[in-house]
């Protein structure tokens, strides 16, 4: 593989750190199932703590850039051009019900586009990243998106509130941060889904088209209610068809 810039490796430094937080909070979860008190203080409870690893690290190295993460909000520091975009536990919901479907997302955006992002699943221990023009890598092996041509043979995934029935296969995985790692790595042929956060998507946007796959176009200044249909090329055209409505 190419050498990776040092930007990209303080954030997979910064995702391996918090990763051990969240390995042993995993854990703990299985007990507090049966708790009275619940487990769901205890998520929120992860997700600061993992935020605040992460944001040590990445400012101890860089403590200038600006910083947008789901618990924290906006941080403008010196440097506004560039932001560090960061969501501690994507997959929340999965991580509360002791379901091992979640990740650290991190990516940076610089000069208004995203220029890298890194998806990390800590308790499988798999790593999808991808820099601008560099292409894109799971753990370390180059990534591309699927290659079929026929959508009856694609598997597609999903999120959020469905509102149509759409004919053709389709999961809902609970992790947009994973959907989108796995269109990028041909696992999924295609991802669709509405009302997302920026946090949620940012580095899954650049693993996409780093590994060849297509995107709509995606403002990243804007946070929220975004939208997104992600897919190879050959079956973009036949994907957005199906979802004529969407």
């Known amino acids: 593989?190419?050498?990776?810039?040092?930007?990209?490796?303080?954030?997979?430094?910064?995702?391996?750190?918090?990763?051990?937080?969240?390995?042993?909070?995993?854990?703990?979860?299985?007990?507090?199932?049966?708790?009275?008190?619940?487990?769901?203080?205890?998520?929120?409870?992860?997700?600061?703590?993992?935020?605040?690893?992460?944001?040590?690290?990445?400012?101890?190295?860089?403590?200038?850039?600006?910083?947008?993460?789901?618990?924290?909000?906006?941080?403008?520091?010196?440097?506004?051009?560039?932001?560090?975009?960061?969501?501690?536990?994507?997959?929340?919901?999965?991580?509360?019900?002791?379901?091992?479907?979640?990740?650290?997302?991190?990516?940076?955006?610089?000069?208004?586009?995203?220029?890298?992002?890194?998806?990390?699943?800590?308790?499988?221990?798999?790593?999808?990243?991808?820099?601008?023009?560099?292409?894109?890598f799971f753990n370390n092996q180059r990534i591309r998106v699927s290659s079929k041509n026929n959508i009856n043979e694609c598997l597609f995934v999903t999120g959020g509130n469905i509102e149509n029935d759409y004919n053709f296969s389709y999961r809902k995985s609970g992790c947009a941060a994973l959907d989108l790692a796995y269109v990028a790595s041909g696992r999924y042929d295609g991802y669709f889904q509405k009302n997302l956060n920026l946090w949620d998507i940012a580095a899954g946007i650049i693993l996409v088209k780093e590994a060849g796959g297509i995107i709509n176009e995606i403002d990243p200044n804007k946070k929220e209610n975004l939208k997104i249909i992600a897919s190879s090329a050959n079956i973009g055209s036949k994907l957005r068809e199906k979802l004529s409505n969407f």
């Open 1 to 136: 593989m190419n050498s990776i810039s040092a930007n990209l490796n303080i954030m997979i430094k910064a995702s391996e750190k918090a990763s051990k937080i969240l390995i042993r909070d995993f854990g703990e979860i299985e007990k507090l199932q049966v708790s009275k008190k619940g487990p769901s203080d205890f998520v929120t409870n992860a997700d600061l703590k993992a935020e605040k690893v992460i944001i040590e690290e990445l400012k101890k190295a860089r403590p200038n850039y600006s910083i947008l993460s789901e618990e924290n909000g906006s941080e403008i520091n010196n440097d506004k051009n560039n932001f560090w975009i960061i969501d501690p536990i994507d997959g929340t919901i999965n991580f509360l019900h002791g379901i091992p479907h979640f990740a650290i997302s991190i990516a940076l955006k610089s000069n208004d586009e995203i220029v890298s992002g890194i998806i990390y699943d800590p308790i499988k221990d798999e790593i999808f990243f991808a820099e601008k023009n560099n292409g894109a």
